[in-house]
């Protein structure tokens, strides 16, 4: 069965950078998408980035500039590098893969940024 787990949450100061890690396990697919996404307390979930074929990547207005999502397929290893961290990026992020029409999610990492 196919898990994903993510690791590189933690607490940050504001305007301090994170790294969020997704590793894929029992996972294997010539091409998949890949996204990160964020729920707050109180609020929906939401896509924060995405990583489509060819590499293509997309991101949500309030992170574009500061976040960046990438991959290494040889490790189906899901990255989103963080950088000016603001309070309102507070959130639990969860890594998404699917392939074949199948989706597969991580148990969530917290981010938590406060002075």
């Known amino acids: 069965q196919v898990q994903l787990v993510e690791s590189g949450g933690g607490l940050v100061q504001p305007g301090g950078s994170l790294r969020l890690s997704c590793v894929a396990s029992?996972?294997?697919?010539?091409?998949?998408?890949a996204a990160w996404h964020r729920q707050a307390p109180g609020k929906q979930r939401e896509v924060v980035a995405e990583?489509?074929?060819?590499?293509?990547?997309k991101y949500t207005d309030s992170v574009k500039g500061r976040f960046t999502i990438s991959r290494d397929n040889a490790k189906y290893t899901v990255y989103l590098q963080m950088t000016n961290l603001k309070v309102e990026d507070t959130a639990v992020y969860y890594c998404?893969?699917?392939?074949?029409?199948?989706?597969?999610w991580g148990q969530g990492t917290q981010v938590t940024v406060s002075s």
């Open positions: 998404h893969f699917r392939s074949r029409g199948e989706d597969y």
């Open positions: 990583i489509h074929s060819y590499d293509y990547t």
């Open positions: 029992k996972f294997s697919a010539d091409t998949y998408y």
